[in-house]
């Protein structure tokens, strides 16, 4: 495990012009929406009193009064989007279906707040942005796959063309085994809901309802861990099929279960640490003009560029773990 987890994040370092490539794709993707955003804002923000506010840091009540006229995606700006809040927001969605694309949201409806939908342009563009991840995959595993993890911009491009059709198909697999687990995670969440909704004690029903969201969670994150060993196999071993992919990759870690689940939680222990760490910038930051939101920007950034390195980590390890294990 210590090997795999020194080697992903050796061949993150070797190809940081790549993790560089991949945050500014994430970014241009971003824009998208934040750059209309930031439009509306200016243009609905103009020569008004709460201006200075908002440059200023966060004037709720004028936020408040915008946001009740609001229809469509624009609605979708909130203060929980706002510094760290995405994560825990994300982690919500997720965990009520809304994500990825709204396609498991039926799943947990009953028990989804009321304000948890999410519109159908920030939908389209996720979608979007998990097609472009996909197509992105088998350039970067064609990267990692080499024992220097040399990178080259024709070598890239061709690894993300010529393997973006089984790139597909384990999205495909990986989807299809997420739908699965929401509908058989269903009776067992409304489940364990009635009993917190029941329970005497307030520790109890926390308990119960953390609960059934960590075993939902856990689930997701094993069905994340496995996709990454096929897309894995479908590089090392030149296959063609997903699903064989899936049920080598299922064997695979049965038999080194704790090396592959050691260098996972690994990688999601510094994800945190990183999140960790941009909590106390963030707080210790106070946004009050245009050079501090630039700074905050910047920092915010910084904190996405660790993230995708991270990914790639995680990917260059299961490359070196299934490369010296099977």
Same mark, same amino acid.
């Given at each position: 495990?210590?090997?795999?987890?020194?080697?992903?994040?050796?061949?993150?370092?070797?190809?940081?012009?790549?993790?560089?490539?991949?945050?500014?794709?994430?970014?241009?993707?971003?824009?998208?929406? *934040?750059?209309?955003?930031?439009?509306?804002?200016?243009?609905?923000?103009?020569?008004?009193?709460?201006?200075?506010?908002?440059?200023?840091?966060?004037?709720?009540?004028?936020?408040?009064?915008?946001?009740?006229?609001?229809?469509?995606?624009?609605?979708?700006?909130?203060?929980?989007?706002?510094?760290?809040?995405?994560?825990?927001?994300?982690?919500?969605?997720?965990?009520?279906?809304?994500?990825?694309?709204?396609?498991?949201?039926?799943?947990?409806?009953?028990?989804?707040?009321?304000?948890?939908? %999410?519109?159908? %342009?920030?939908?389209?563009?996720?979608?979007?942005?998990?097609?472009?991840? %996909?197509?992105?995959?088998?350039?970067?595993?064609?990267?990692?796959?080499?024992?220097?993890?040399?990178?080259?911009?024709?070598?890239?491009?061709?690894?993300?063309?010529?393997?973006?059709?089984?790139?597909?198909?384990? +999205?495909?697999?990986?989807?299809?085994?997420?739908?699965?687990?929401?509908?058989?995670? +269903?009776?067992?969440?409304?489940? *364990?809901?009635?009993?917190?909704?029941?329970?005497?004690?307030?520790?109890?029903?926390?308990?119960?309802?953390?609960?059934?969201?960590?075993?939902?969670?856990?689930?997701?994150?094993?069905?994340?861990?496995?996709?990454?060993? +096929?897309?894995?196999?479908?590089?090392?071993?030149?296959?063609?099929?997903?699903?064989?992919?899936?049920?080598?990759?299922?064997?695979?870690? %049965?038999?080194?279960?704790?090396?592959? *689940?050691?260098?996972?939680? +690994?990688?999601?222990?510094?994800?945190?640490?990183?999140?960790?760490?941009?909590?106390?910038?963030?707080?210790?930051?106070?946004?009050?003009?245009?050079?501090?939101?630039?700074?905050?920007?910047?920092?915010?950034?910084?904190?996405?560029?660790?993230?995708?390195?991270?990914?790639?980590?995680?990917?260059?390890?299961?490359?070196?773990?299934?490369?010296?294990?099977?």
């Amino acid at each position: 495990m210590k090997r795999a987890l020194s080697a992903g994040l050796g061949a993150a370092w070797r190809c940081r012009a790549l993790v560089a490539f991949l945050w500014a794709a994430n970014l241009a993707m971003s824009a998208l929406l *934040a750059v209309p955003l930031a439009t509306v804002l200016e243009r609905d923000l103009r020569e008004k009193e709460s201006a200075a506010q908002m440059a200023r840091g966060f004037d709720y009540p004028w936020w408040s009064r915008w946001s009740d006229q609001q229809k469509g995606w624009t609605a979708a700006f909130k203060p929980d989007i706002l510094g760290v809040g995405f994560a825990f927001r994300n982690t919500e969605l997720l965990l009520n279906g809304r994500l990825p694309v709204g396609a498991f949201a039926t799943g947990g409806k009953e028990m989804a707040p009321p304000d948890i939908d %999410v519109d159908g %342009v920030i939908l389209g563009l996720g979608a979007a942005y998990m097609l472009l991840q %996909v197509f992105f995959s088998g350039g970067i595993l064609g990267a990692l796959r080499g024992p220097r993890s040399s990178l080259t911009a024709r070598g890239f491009a061709h690894g993300c063309g010529f393997y973006f059709g089984r790139m597909l198909r384990v +999205a495909g697999v990986a989807l299809l085994l997420d739908g699965a687990w929401f509908w058989l995670n +269903a009776p067992l969440a409304a489940w *364990a809901n009635r009993i917190a909704q029941d329970a005497v004690s307030e520790t109890t029903a926390l308990a119960w309802s953390y609960g059934r969201h960590a075993f939902l969670l856990a689930g997701l994150l094993a069905i994340h861990g496995l996709a990454g060993y +096929a897309r894995a196999i479908l590089v090392l071993e030149d296959r063609k099929s997903a699903l064989l992919a899936f049920v080598s990759a299922l064997g695979f870690c %049965v038999r080194r279960f704790g090396a592959a *689940a050691g260098q996972y939680l +690994a990688i999601a222990a510094l994800s945190l640490l990183a999140l960790g760490s941009w909590t106390l910038v963030d707080g210790a930051v106070p946004v009050t003009g245009w050079a501090t939101q630039l700074l905050a920007f910047a920092l915010m950034q910084a904190f996405v560029l660790a993230r995708v390195g991270l990914r790639l980590a995680l990917l260059g390890g299961q490359l070196e773990l299934y490369r010296g294990g099977r």
